[in-house]
C-alpha cells in the first residue's frame, strides 16, 4: 500500500461514512528517501475537535501500513471549502441524510435532503456533533443535520 492509499482510507471522525480524502480535507502525502511520510491536511473547520483524532487516525493508518515515520501537518492556508468534496463524497453524505455542502449560498441555506426544497431554516448550532449544525425542511418540516459551513 502506498502511504497516499494508507492516508487516503482514513475516515473522518465526525462523519465516518467518508474517507478524509473525499471530503478534501487531504492535501498531499509525500514521501523521502528515508522513509520519512509527510501528510499534510487541511482542516474542514478551524477549532473542529476531530482535528486532533484525524491526525491519530493518519498516523495509526500509516504506522499499519509499515510507515513508522510519519509527520502530519496542517496547513490552514489555503483554507478548506466545501467546493473540496469530492463527487464520490458528496453522494455518500446525500444518501446518509447529510445535506451535501454546495457552493458557497447553498452552505448559508442547504436544502433539504429529504425534498430537495431550498426553503429550510437552521434550529441549533449543535448538531449531533460539533461539526455539524441541525435544520429543518419548512416544506416538509423534516429536521436534518448539514455540515457547518466556516
Ligand atoms: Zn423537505
New binding site residues.
Partial sequence: MTPYAAAASVVDPELPLVTIAELGILREVTEDPGGRVTVSITPTYSGCPALDAIRADIATALTRAGYHDVEVRTHLSPPWSTDQITAAGREKLAAAGIAPPGPVLLQIRPR?P??G?PDTEELSRFGSTACKALWR?R??A?PFDAVKPL
Fill in positions: 433539504c429529504v425534498c426544497s425542511c416544506t416538509c423534516e
